[in-house]
């Protein structure tokens, strides 16, 4: 729909819905988020109750979790049961898994011992990040065009 990585779609109606649901692009069509394919994950892990839509980033070698929040609801992702179930696939994942919370630009990174801001991600930037077994890792931004996060 023509939006940049972090930045909410221009069809996002106020409180909540999509202006263009009838004729929205085929990757809205298919679009599922991992509520939707995890029949594991409890009614109130949502996206429209918990204000956070959880998905499948990276790549299949380095995949991501990412906690994506509503922009009117930036630190979704902090209240329980969501943020402990964050904190948990880092613990139990990590260096596996990167798991990231986002809100429009702004970026955290999950690690088991701490929760990272990363800050603002600028136009066009994406975030690198590098995760070692002593529970360290390295985050960098660079141009990167066609994503927001990848992970290596």
């Known amino acids: ?24 692009p085929t990757i809205c069509r298919t679009f599922l988020c991992q509520w939707m394919l995890k029949p594991a994950l409890p009614e109130n892990f949502r996206p429209d109750l918990c204000g956070v839509m ?4 990276g790549s299949p ?23 402990g179930f964050l904190k948990h696939q880092s ?3 990590w260096p596996r898994l990167a798991v990231m919370a986002a809100a429009g630009r702004r970026y955290w990174l999950i690690t088991p011992d701490e929760d990272c801001d990363l800050g603002e991600v600028p136009p ?3 975030i690198e990040v590098d995760q070692f077994a002593d529970g360290r890792a ?7 065009p066609d994503r927001t996060t990848v992970l290596k």
């Open 54 to 57: 959880l998905s499948a980033d």
């Open 1 to 24: 729909m023509d939006s940049p990585a972090g930045e909410t779609c221009r069809n996002v109606r106020p409180g909540g819905g999509c202006a263009a649901y009838a004729t929205r």
């Open 91 to 93: 613990r139990t994942q």
């Open 124 to 126: 066009g930037y994406g």
């Open 61 to 83: 070698d380095r995949p991501c979790l990412l906690a994506s929040c509503d922009p009117a609801d930036p630190e979704a992702w902090r209240r329980e049961p969501m943020h």
């Open 138 to 144: 390295d985050v960098r931004m660079s141009p990167r």
